[in-house]
């Protein structure tokens, strides 16, 4: 841990409060604390208030099988107070499609008759109950051991009693289900409902969280913030943004807050009476009004400020199961390909349970296709709509498919429903975002056959037969056959092994599963990466991922890497690698390593699983060989750099003093250590310097090793506390001597005005703390920074503030007197000019006086710095930045923020979560089903589908993916479309450059005028003749070796040639793709 404590940090405790639903405990009561290293992620996207009120919250979920358990895990990971797990029932076959924590072990225990001892007869909920308290050390699991049935009515009933929300997960009678529905809507207990079913590969949910449910944030997305260009005094106020910071994104009938507002008389300001937030009435993309704000008398307009929008809390009302079920109203969408397909399946749902009424709560047995028939009749006989006549061949063979794989567990259903469900838990919990409104439907239909397969009656001691009951024998044994390569074991690396482990890819004698991951575990991985326990901290994800998933299915064949995948890795990941590969999986958290290893899918002609989150947001897409785009074609735009004159002098939000506190303390803590390391290691040290930053980096040696050199821990706080002088006093107190409050620039606008801050010093007040952030800025700028410095000598540090206290009194801090010269750049322009200025007038002589008057590193010998790498997770890093950045935005009047925010901005954190983790990888499975082949008929574009989901609103769509874009060439008089999959594959071993030209002269009636690999050009009608006729004799893999003067690596099979070839007959150039050339 942290040795520096600021006085915001939140304490890591395991207190609970007592158990109590959503709506009966308003945002002040929920007081636990909350552990930010476990969910420092989760909290980007739930926020502390929303936290702290699910782990307040108690969950019963009835029901432990497949869907159950994905339930339950994400829930527990996202740490509410308890859960109650209820299902008695022993497990089967089918369970272990789903369930990561049953084994066929479990089934031969509860098939040794005569055994009445505990470990023998323990139901679903039982056998699961160790491994999912597992999850999270702060939530108690439990089990509700008094219900011996899923039929007791008396004990279920009864747990609904002190519940936040009650999860259904297995199917119930209708008239049990409305009961405990009515059960939950109770005058006595205001208890969240949530029924859902996977079935083979349909699936649905329904939510009731009551009549009048409490939506705090409907959507999660950040407040919309603008800063004020001015502020007219005028009848209504007319308030215009900044339009370099583009469009305010306000509509009417938002409210906002202003804070740091100049002019108008403070009318805007808070404080006497006035109203704390003010509506808004939108008149263009810049521009709004303010109702009822009267600034007429004022005397002046505002001119700069800041413009905050509140989120404002909405009233959704839910009907109860039993009318919803009569008349469903409108259902949510998920593929707009199937726009009629919900009501569809809300027949056959309701067709399912009269089935099931009928038959024990029992639903059909694969294969028995009169008990599928039985199904679709009373579909007929429910089907007022005539639902059923619109397209009856489409619409009977869904109800046979649901019927037949109704008992079928899939892991990619229950992942995809578990992350939608595990969400609406949580919004049940937390008031956050906002719910799924009665009915939603989910299917896969695409993945399978045209009519239900008829050998696939199930074993009954089988992991697989709830994948063999939908697709098959074949279709089960391509997947354990399997050759996959996993880029990535985090969050959806971890997803990615459950789910391939339940499916049991790789699992048989020819499969492998490659992993890699270059990360070790860190505790904040823990509440999503769900593979990963406290005992696995600091060991490689790649390592623990593997173990993890062997332990799920011991049949796995799983190799761990804790290698990068990239160029310098292609002595472990080349042509030979790939060449036994199938497909590849990514699960990256960058666009850069997805780009690399879409030109090896590219190249080996691969299919690729990508998938990404972003908080309650994910994205799924599938890559298929000739079918689709590859995952380049398409590309984000790049991210906008903050100008270097505005981090410098002009910095207008927090994100730019943010930057310049991570920029100064990479410069300070790091870059200088290095530099006084490298000065004593390498007695070149000088000459290596480039010329534009040799005298900066020679002062700065001095500085560091002479000047301000530390011998004591004192020396250390006296250093920070000149330091905190310099940056926030005297260089503003400069600035302002150069551009004073009343400058106007040739134009006669006022210099300090738009974007441009007029700042004013800080100075230091031991007891300040800030309005915005209540952070004591001044004395953890001092603590945090006299601590690093200390570490980076070597030097004991402390924390006391006492001591602090003590020696801060005696420093004495040097009067500021203005420089005169200084020339200070006022935009980019300026900034570049005066860059290229310094590095041509570099005095050579000064420099080398410097670097004489430095200690010889011989007279040092053994001495080193700790250079001090920037961690976003340590918190005495993050101390130092959030201060500094905080004490700057003091200077320009920005509003600060706490650590837990400035830890996002500075880290660049990506804010995640469990549920969506869950569901993406679901979704990519379902992918994988098809990229292995369906029976009875060949799969088109068409039925691939790339995902886009946002759980907090909630929204999914589902779309077919992109064709690839062609390039047309006339090859021998015919046209060729040829795409980035296409290459001019060539398999005739490794030939002569004579041979290799001669065979395009006669396969392609082309004229080769240039061959190049890489950066080197092979051959070229301009070279020289000798050379040429050399080459001509050579091998094609020897003329590599002769030209670029580079051995080729043992594990190579391919070389890459682009070439310029025209056509023999007419002369034109043919644009062609790359010659993929095997000559091994």
Not at 186 to 212: H, P, R
Not at 492 to 518: F, P, R, S
Not at 579 to 584: N, P, W
């Amino acid at each position: 841990s942290s040795p520096i404590a600021s006085s915001n940090t939140h304490s890591c405790t395991n207190t609970m409060t007592s158990e109590t639903t959503n709506n009966d405990v308003p945002p002040s009561a929920a007081t636990t604390e909350v552990d930010e290293k476990l969910y420092s992620r989760q909290l980007y996207v739930m926020g502390h208030e929303a936290q702290k009120r699910m782990m307040a919250s108690r969950a019963v979920l009835v029901g432990v099988s497949g869907l159950g358990v994905e339930v339950a895990k994400n829930i527990i990971l996202a740490g509410i107070s308890s859960v109650t797990l209820c299902d008695p029932e022993l497990p089967n076959s089918f369970d272990l499609g789903g369930n990561f924590y049953l084994s066929e072990g479990d089934l031969n225990k509860c098939e040794i008759e005569g055994d009445d001892s505990d470990n023998k007869r323990k139901g679903r909920a039982e056998l699961c109950r160790d491994q999912l308290a597992e999850l999270n050390e702060y939530v108690k699991v439990n089990v509700a051991s008094d219900v011996t049935s899923l039929q007791d009515e008396v004990g279920l009933l009864n747990l609904v009693e002190g519940a936040s929300v009650v999860v259904i997960t297995v199917p119930l009678s209708t008239e049990l289900l409305c009961k405990m529905n009515d059960k939950c809507r109770g005058s006595n207990s205001k208890t969240c409902f949530i029924y859902t079913l996977s079935t083979g590969l349909f699936g649905t949910v329904f939510c009731d969280f009551g009549e009048a449910f409490l939506v705090s944030d409907k959507d999660g997305e950040n407040p919309a913030t603008s800063q004020v260009e001015n502020v007219l005094t005028s009848n209504p106020a007319v308030v215009k943004v900044l339009e370099d910071q583009g469009r305010h994104g306000l509509e009417t009938g938002d409210h906002i807050t202003f804070s740091k507002v100049k002019g108008l008389d403070d009318l805007l300001s808070p404080g006497d009476g006035k109203p704390s937030t003010y509506e808004v009435k939108v008149t263009g993309p810049f521009t709004f009004e303010l109702p009822g704000v009267d600034a007429s008398d004022c005397s002046e307009p505002a001119t700069q400020g800041y413009i905050t929008q509140v989120k404002t809390p909405a009233t959704v009302s839910f009907r109860p199961y039993r009318e919803a079920l009569a008349d469903p109203g409108e259902l949510m969408m998920s593929d707009f390909a199937k726009f009629d397909r919900p009501p569809l399946l809300h027949l056959a749902y309701r067709a399912l349970a009269s089935y099931a009424e009928s038959h024990d709560m029992q639903y059909p047995t694969p294969g028995d296709a009169a008990a599928a028939k039985e199904v679709l009749d009373f579909a007929r006989a429910l089907d007022s709509e005539k639902l059923l006549e619109n397209n009856p061949s489409v619409a009977e063979r869904i109800v046979l498919h649901l019927a037949a794989g109704s008992r079928s567990i899939l892991s990619p259903m229950c992942a995809t429903l578990g992350g939608i469900v595990g969400q609406e838990v949580l919004k049940a919990c937390s008031g956050k975002f906002t719910p799924i409104r009665g009915f939603f439907y989910f299917d896969a239909d695409e993945c399978l056959p045209e009519s239900p397969l008829a050998d696939v009656a199930p074993s009954g001691t089988s992991r697989y037969d709830s994948t063999i009951a939908v697709f098959g024998k074949e279709a089960q044994q391509k997947l354990l056959d399997l050759n996959y390569f996993l880029i990535g074991a985090g969050a959806i690396g971890c997803e990615m092994l459950k789910n391939w482990a339940l499916m049991g890819v790789a699992c048989g004698e020819k499969g492998k599963v490659h992993i890699t991951d270059m990360d070790r575990i860190e505790r904040s991985n823990l509440s999503r990466q769900f593979l990963f326990r406290n005992k696995d901290i600091n060991e490689f994800k790649s390592a623990a991922g593997a173990r993890a998933a062997a332990e799920m299915n011991e049949g796995m064949n799983i190799v761990p890497y804790q290698e990068k995948v990239g160029a310098d890795t292609e002595d472990i990941f080349g042509d030979d690698f790939y060449d036994k590969l199938d497909g590849v999986c990514t699960a990256l958290d960058n666009v850069e390593a997805r780009l690399y290893v879409d030109q090896r899918v590219l190249f080996y002609r691969l299919p690729m699983l990508e998938s990404g989150t972003l908080g309650t947001k994910g994205n799924t897409q599938v890559v298929i060989p000739n079918i689709t785009e590859n995952y380049g074609a398409t590309r984000d735009p790049p991210e906008k750099s903050i100008p270097v004159c505005t981090l410098k002098n002009f910095p207008n939000q927090i994100q730019h003093t943010l930057q310049w506190a991570r920029d100064y303390f990479e410069g300070e803590f790091k870059q200088s250590g290095e530099d006084v390391n490298s000065y004593l290691s390498d007695p070149d040290y000088a000459e290596g310097l480039q010329q534009n930053s040799k005298y900066e980096a020679v002062v700065a040696i001095r500085k560091t090793l002479v000047d301000e050199r530390p011998v004591s821990f004192e020396d250390c706080v006296v250093w920070a506390r000149l330091k905190f002088e310099t940056l926030f006093n005297n260089q503003i107190r400069q600035l302002l001597h150069n551009f004073p409050e009343d400058q106007v620039t040739s134009s006669g606008t006022k210099f300090w005005s738009g974007s441009k801050r007029c700042p004013k010093p800080v100075v230091f007040d031991l007891e300040d703390k800030c309005e915005d952030a209540q952070m004591r800025n001044h004395f953890d700028f001092i603590v945090a920074a006299a601590n690093l410095r200390a570490h980076m000598f070597g030097i004991k540090g402390r924390t006391d503030e006492e001591y602090f206290v003590e020696v801060l009194q005696s420093v004495i801090v040097p009067d500021f007197a203005p420089q005169e010269g200084v020339k200070i750049a006022a935009n980019e322009a300026e900034a570049k000019e005066s860059e290229n200025n310094t590095a041509g007038g570099m005095d050579e002589s000064e420099v080398d006086q410097i670097l004489s008057s430095l200690p010889k590193p011989g007279e040092l010998a053994g001495f080193k710095l700790n250079p001090i790498e920037f961690d976003k997770d340590l918190d005495d890093h993050m101390l130092f930045v959030t201060a500094c950045s905080n004490l700057r935005a003091l200077n320009y009047s920005i509003p600060t923020e706490d650590t837990h925010r400035s830890r996002a901005i500075a880290g660049r954190i990506i804010p995640a979560i469990a549920t969506t983790t869950a569901l993406v990888t679901g979704l990519i499975c379902l992918e994988l089903y098809k990229i292995i082949g369906t029976p009875q008929k060949e799969l088109t574009i068409e039925a691939y589908k790339n995902g886009f989901v946002n759980l907090a609103i909630p929204f999914m769509t589902l779309s077919e993916p992109t064709a690839p874009a062609t390039t047309k060439a006339v090859v021998k008089g015919k046209e060729w479309d040829w795409t980035a999959w296409d290459s001019l594959d060539m398999n005739m071993g490794d030939i002569t450059l004579q041979e290799f030209i001669a065979h395009f002269e006669t396969e392609y009636n082309l004229d080769v005028s240039m061959i190049s690999h890489g950066v080197s050009i092979l051959f070229s009608f301009f070279a020289n003749k000798k050379k040429l006729a050399e080459r001509m004799k050579m091998k094609m893999s020897e003329v590599v070796e002769n030209v670029t003067k580079k051995e080729l690596p043992s594990n190579q099979l391919f070389l890459v040639f682009e070439l310029i070839a025209n056509d023999l007959e007419t002369d034109e150039e043919v644009e062609l793709p790359y010659v993929k050339f095997r000559f091994r």
